[in-house]
């Protein structure tokens, strides 16, 4: 037997540990294969009762709901920290889930980017997402500089990390903060987040994340890397439902560092915040920047994925990952290199290879219009999302996709382009980038 045999699939989901988690999740019934949770996660079941519990209390207890029952709801965003802290590797008190990713990412720059007349700039990616793009160009506005004077941008996949870290080395002194993803959205690209914060703090820098794409996909030691903050949504890898909490990171050694921040009332210690002094009593680290009492329905929809998270394992995750991305491009590889000779169309993979540089997506490049592709690919029941112009990502998730999603998937793409208008383009090969 070989591994593009049909056959295969069978033998990896037969002794998949992690084959029962698809049950736990609402598997949309008009789809063949779901390929987007990169960009919204599966409704794990859970989330209903979790979220019925929360009405129901509000129902039953009114006023008194903050306050009663396992969950009271006025302390709801607590409950999420120990999962949190195992995602991404901190300590409880070193993370939170509060607000929504961009609110965070501004709340946490106000403190960390202040510009100094020689230390003003900002590195960030070529093409970042553009919520992210805003942020910072805004921040930078606030304070007073021009963006296009104080703005050094670098081209994921087309700069190692050799070159990123001489760029960091040279710059650096001028650099008031690095802002980076962990994984870039557009080609799957994961930073060695550890590396980079040395080399920026080695130069004086604060060094943050977004990880909208890294967490619940990529492994994180955000403490043990010393990075400075990150922020993060919940709604891709973490399955809280569109429009879901997001969450932030603060290293503890700035728990008692005096920074500029944005207050408002749920940022004010816990044990003295009902006093309604006028007095600012500062929470300890990141919870100084909640602003806000918790929303509970938002909050239980993201812990009902958690428990499947902290059930599943860091370990079991990754190893599945590993194989199930691992298979999609070796299918790929297999059926559209030049031997197969099974369609005309190239096909390129922008997604590194290695391991360590990727997370579950997988991102491709037709030679033809990619719109076209989705097209009949969307008609047989694919799902997934196009970026443009022309990138097309594809994201197996170890909690409830199946080894056979990806055969089907590379087996239904096949036929599409065996089928269809593709025969007019040259023979196909697979370029990696």
């Not at 550890?194 to 943050?208: F, Q």
């Not at 809280?240 to 944005?262: E, Q, V, Y």
């Not at 298979?327 to 993979?349: A, G, M, Q, W």
Request: charged share 25%.
């Amino acid at each position: 037997m070989n591994v593009h045999d049909e056959e295969f699939h069978k033998i990896l989901d037969d002794g998949d540990e992690l084959s029962k988690f698809r049950e736990r999740f609402e598997i949309p019934k008009l789809y063949c294969v779901y390929f987007c949770g990169h960009s919204l996660g599966l409704q794990p079941k859970s989330t209903e009762s979790h979220v019925q519990q929360v009405l129901q209390s509000w129902k039953q207890n009114a006023n008194q709901c903050r306050y009663v029952t396992s969950l009271p709801l006025v302390y709801c965003d607590n409950q999420a920290k120990k999962g949190l802290s195992e995602l991404v590797g901190c300590y409880e008190s070193e993370v939170v889930a509060m607000n929504s990713l961009t609110t965070n990412l501004h709340l946490l720059m106000t403190s960390f980017y202040q510009p100094t007349k020689y230390r003003y700039k900002i590195l960030i990616e070529q093409n970042a997402f553009p919520s992210d793009y805003y942020v910072v160009a805004s921040q930078i506005r606030l304070a007073g500089y021009d963006e296009d004077e104080s703005l050094i941008l670098v081209k994921p996949r087309q700069v190692s990390l050799a070159c990123l870290l001489h760029l960091i080395e040279k710059e650096g002194d001028s650099i008031a903060l690095i802002l980076l993803p962990g994984v870039y959205f557009i080609t799957g690209q994961a930073f060695d987040m550890k590396a980079i914060t040395e080399a920026g703090h080695k130069k004086g820098c604060y060094v943050g994340y977004d990880l909208a794409h890294a967490v619940g996909n990529i492994e994180l030691h955000l403490h043990e890397w010393g990075v400075d903050f990150a922020c993060w949504c919940t709604y891709k890898y973490l399955n809280s439902g569109p429009g879901g909490i997001g969450a932030a990171f603060l290293h503890r050694r700035f728990d008692n560092t005096k920074m500029n921040k944005l207050l408002g009332w749920w940022g004010h210690k816990e044990s003295t915040r009902f006093e309604m002094t006028s007095d600012f009593d500062f929470a300890p680290g990141i919870d100084s920047y909640r602003l806000s009492n918790p929303p509970a329905l938002l909050v239980v929809c993201f812990i009902a994925s958690l428990n499947e998270f902290l059930e599943a394992g860091g370990r079991r995750l990754r190893e599945k990952r590993f194989l199930l991305t691992g298979y999609l491009e070796y299918l790929l590889k297999h059926h559209f290199s030049e031997p197969s000779n099974t369609s005309k169309v190239t096909v390129d993979i922008v997604t590194p290879l290695k391991f360590a540089e990727r997370g579950c997506q997988l991102s491709i490049r037709f030679s033809c219009p990619v719109h076209q592709v989705a097209e009949e690919l969307r008609k047989r029941g694919m799902i997934f999302d196009i970026r443009k112009p022309d990138v097309m990502r594809l994201t197996p998730v170890p909690l409830y996709n199946r080894f056979y999603d990806v055969y089907r998937f590379v087996d239904t793409l096949r036929s599409v382009l065996k089928h269809n208008i593709y025969s007019v383009f040259s023979a196909i090969k697979i370029f990696y980038e």
